[in-house]
C-alpha cells in the first residue's frame, strides 16, 4: 500500500511539471507528443535554422526515422512516424555538437 501511494505522488508530481498535459519536453529543442502514442506520433525539432540529424529507434532497435537537415530559415521542423507497435521508442537528436535523447512508449 505504501509503495502505491509514492507512486501515484511521483506520478502526479510528474504531470504537475509538464508543460501540457499531452507534451513531455526533456529540452525545448526536442518535443515528442503526444504520450503515450497509439499510432502516430510527431517529433518536433526546435532547431533555429541550424542544420540537425534526427533519428528514431523502434521497441525492437530498428531505426524508423532518418532525417537529416542542413541550415535553413525555418526555427523548427516537425516528423510524423507512424508506430511499428507496442514498446519503448528512443529518439535521438544532434545538433549544435550535442546529442539530446528522448524516450516514449507506444500502446
Do not use: W
Not at 517529433?43 to 541550424?50: A, M, R
Not at 521542423?77 to 537528436?93: A, C, E, P, R
Amino acid at each position: 500500500m505504501k509503495k502505491h501511494s509514492i507512486f501515484i505522488v511521483i506520478m502526479l508530481c510528474m504531470l504537475i511539471g509538464c508543460s501540457r498535459p499531452d507534451e513531455y519536453v526533456t529540452d525545448q529543442r526536442l518535443i515528442v507528443f503526444p504520450p503515450p502514442a497509439q499510432v502516430n506520433v510527431t517529433i518536433k525539432v526546435v532547431h533555429g535554422g541550424s542544420p540537425f540529424n534526427v533519428k528514431a529507434f523502434d521497441n525492437e532497435g530498428k531505426l524508423v526515422l532518418d532525417q537529416t537537415q542542413s541550415a535553413s530559415q525555418e526555427e523548427a521542423s516537425d516528423f510524423s512516424l507512424q508506430l511499428s507497435g507496442q514498446g519503448t521508442y528512443h529518439v535521438i537528436l544532434e545538433i549544435e555538437n550535442t546529442t539530446i535523447t528522448q524516450s516514449f512508449l507506444g500502446l
